[in-house]
């Protein structure tokens, strides 16, 4: 089966600093998410990527926060100066295409702890 | 408004018992619909998608049924184990965009010995 991975796991960090989530996508996938899901809320669409750009993203995603796939298999999020609120866990996903019965693959999750 | 409501919020059953869980959408022009399962702290993983012109799909012990002119699906579990404690987020695709996505607030279902 397989599986998108995300790393870390857990990150700890100082309100300010930058951040950078990873994530692997599957392999032959060519839309690639982010979302965040806040302690106890449901999961929010921060940005979709596709053919090296963003395709669309929320209010969410201001600038603050930007996406890359710097070698072909990595898809990053990073968040350059952390505020509390961004305390949340984030989920990349990806799908092969956009048909009306492809399934969306989600990775583990990172949980960001921003103090 | 583009809209998924979940219901109940919670619920608590004994293992080997039935449940159903509830999803109501507004969403519009609907592509499918999806239950998908969350495991605390883990990434929700896809249960059944069913498309406008399917209303019912199962998956082992999970049937999901689909009314598309009631706007109203629901989550069958029958024997339940322990196992099935989690999160069920319903989830519906619109016809277009990048975004096109929608996320329920998810039942949280706990099973109990």
């Known amino acids: 089966e397989p599986e998108v991975t995300q790393t870390p796991s857990h990150q700890v960090t100082q309100m300010g600093q930058e951040v950078i989530l990873r994530c692997v996508p599957i392999?032959?996938?060519?839309?690639f998410y982010w979302y965040r899901q806040i302690l106890g809320q449901k999961v929010e669409f921060l940005v979709s990527?596709?053919?090296?750009?963003?395709?669309?993203k929320s209010e969410i995603f201001d600038d603050q926060f930007s996406v890359e796939r710097p070698d072909g298999s990595n898809f990053t999020l990073k968040i350059r100066s952390t505020k509390l609120e961004d305390s949340a866990m984030y989920f990349c996903?990806?799908?092969?295409?956009?048909?009306?019965?492809?399934?969306?693959?989600f990775g583990p999750g990172t949980r960001l702890t921003v103090l | 408004k583009n809209q998924v409501e979940q219901s109940p919020q919670s619920l608590i059953i004994l293992e080997g018992k039935n449940c159903t869980l509830q999803?109501?959408?507004?969403?519009?022009?609907?592509?499918?619909l999806r239950w998908y399962k969350q495991d605390t702290g883990r990434g929700p993983v896809s249960l059944t998608i069913m498309t406008f012109s399917e209303n019912t799909k199962s998956n082992g012990r999970y049937t999901a049924t689909l009314d598309a002119d009631t706007k109203q699906s629901s989550l069958h579990i029958t024997a339940s184990q322990l196992s099935d404690s989690a999160s069920y987020i319903c989830?519906?695709?619109?016809?277009?965009?990048?975004?096109?996505?929608?996320f329920g607030t998810g039942t949280r279902l706990t099973v109990i010995p």
């Open positions: 990527f596709y053919n090296n750009e963003i395709s669309e």
């Open positions: 999803c109501n959408y507004t969403v519009s022009p609907f592509s499918n």
């Open positions: 392999s032959n996938h060519l839309y």
């Open positions: 989830v519906v695709s619109l016809q277009t965009g990048a975004n096109n996505l929608f």
């Open positions: 996903a990806s799908i092969l295409d956009r048909g009306s019965t492809d399934t969306q693959y």
